[in-house]
């Protein structure tokens, strides 16, 4: 569940008022770094707390919202104030959790949205992490390059992908399965696993809407539906590159070219 959520839970049963803003989660594929050029070349950043301070900061901000788990406390480019992450959220706090902002904090001298860079570096995902083997590979050309996606067989955009995929050479597509969006998911998914020939059993579901065949055997759904959510996967198809990067949605098919040809063999 969204800090938003139970932040609104929270407030509704009497804690301390604060002020929030929902903030966008910008997640795209430029290059990001943890640290911003600010104007004089003095650096923003956020870093590293001493382990006391950010369990200090910690205890304070889950003893306001009972129910709240922090993930990580950091210093934040403004003195006083600092980062702590709630699963995917970031927020901003005093040292004893009295004023919560929820929302983007925003370099105005160097332009840049701070927190919705360092959303995407914490999106991040190593691509040797994933267990591959627990997803439907299709090879195209030589394969060299990688991309993992958790799609929905029902997904109208995942079928939007793989009509754009047609145009592309070279890469290899893992699939995660991922049903989270029809009652009928599952059963496709299983179907789909279970064939004799996953991979083109999944192409003629998702471009010629080929019905698979009913089939029965062990699958990873389970285990692939807890991956997504341990990644804040919240839709499909969701991306994930073999630089490191993800993108949630389907991609054109200049965007995709693009990123794919800028990861190399």
């Known amino acids: ?135 439907i590979k299709q090879v195209k050309g030589n394969g060299s390059r990688q991309v993992a996606v958790f799609e929905d067989p029902n997904c109208g955009y995942c079928k939007q992908l793989h009509r754009t995929l047609r145009d592309v050479d070279d890469v290899t597509v893992y699939t995660f399965l991922f049903p989270i969006l029809a009652p009928d998911s599952t059963t496709k998914s299983r179907d789909i696993w279970c064939a004799s020939d996953p991979a083109r059993a999944w192409k003629d579901w998702m471009l010629d809407g080929k019905v698979p065949a009913t089939a029965q055997c062990d699958t990873p759904i389970q285990e692939t539906l807890a991956l997504g959510r341990k990644l804040n996967v919240q839709g499909t198809p969701a991306l994930f590159f073999a630089d490191g990067t993800r993108v949630n949605g389907a991609l054109p098919l200049d965007a995709l070219k693009k990123k794919l040809d800028a990861l190399g063999s």
């Open 1 to 135: 569940m969204r800090f938003s959520v139970l932040l609104s839970a929270t407030l509704l049963a009497g804690s301390l008022p604060v002020w929030a803003q929902s903030a966008d989660q910008v997640i795209g594929t430029r290059t990001t770094q943890e640290a911003s050029q600010g104007a004089g070349d003095k650096v923003l950043s956020t870093a590293a707390l001493e382990p006391a301070k950010a369990q200090a900061i910690r205890q304070h901000f889950e003893a306001r919202f009972p129910g709240i788990q922090v993930t990580l406390v950091r210093a934040s480019p403004l003195a006083g104030i600092y980062e702590v992450q709630v699963g995917m959220d970031l927020l901003y706090t005093d040292a004893n959790a009295d004023y919560v902002l929820q929302g983007s904090l925003i370099d105005a001298r160097a332009r840049k949205d701070l927190t919705a860079e360092r959303v995407e570096v914490l999106q991040q995902v190593a691509f040797d992490s994933l267990p591959l083997d627990k997803a």
